[in-house]
Structure formats: C-alpha cells, structure tokens
C-alpha cells in the first residue's frame, strides 16, 4: 500500500534551518505531484510547496517563497523540504502528500492528493 513516512522535524530558533524527508513507496513514484503542506493550530491546511516528478516543476506558497526548497532524490523515492530562514510563523504540523499520477499546479491546493503522511512537527522559537 502507498506509504509517505516523514522525517526531520524539531524545534529551532528563529533564522535556523531544518530539512524535511518524505520517503515514499507503494506507487509509482515518477510522474506524479509531492505536497508539503503545514497545519498551524487552530488554523486551516496550506500548501507550501509542491513538486511534479516527471520534471521537476516546483510551486511555492508566497509565505516561503526564497527560503524553502523542495527537492527529490528519484533513487530514493524521496522528496525533501529545505527549511531555511524559518520564523516563528512557520511553527506548524508539515505533512507530505502525493498524488499518484498527477499533474502539480500553481496555488498547491489540497485537491488530487490522495495520499498523507503522519506529520512531523517544526517549531521556531523567536
């Protein structure tokens, strides 16, 4: 069965950096859209960034945009979330998410993506 099992999370102080890992299995990986998307509490899912596989076509959320990058290493099925610059306002639940087969479009919405991971939580102290 499809499995996305993220990594990396924890706490840092404002203007550290963190790296977030999806590895993915059970689908076939290329071709297919990779989300991260983060979940504040009391506060409604949003897209931060997104991935096509079949060519590496990124969208980001203007809220990160020069300061996070999402990338892939295909040998491994896995998609990272470089996290850099990170403030206070970036304290959330991050999930990964895929859509199998799908195409990524601009605004990372949630609709397509089938498939999510646990969630790992980061946390920046100011």
């Known amino acids: 069965q499809v499995q996305l099992v993220e990594s990396g999370g924890g706490s840092v102080q404002a203007g550290g950096s963190l790296r977030l890992s999806c590895a993915a299995s059970?689908?076939?990986?290329?071709?297919?859209?990779m989300g991260w998307f983060r979940q504040a509490p009391g506060q409604g899912r949003e897209g931060v960034a997104s991935?096509?596989?079949?060519?590496?076509?990124?969208h980001y959320a203007d809220s990160v945009k020069g300061r996070f990058t999402i990338s892939e290493d295909k040998a491994k099925n896995t998609v990272y979330l470089q996290m850099n610059s990170l403030e206070p306002e970036d304290t959330a639940m991050y999930y990964c998410a895929a859509d199998p087969g799908g195409y990524c479009i601009a605004g990372i919405s949630e609709v397509g993506f089938g498939y999510w991971g646990q969630g790992t939580q980061v946390t920046v102290s100011s």
């Open positions: 059970g689908y076939t990986y290329s071709r297919s859209c």
């Open positions: 991935l096509y596989t079949g060519g590496g076509i990124t």
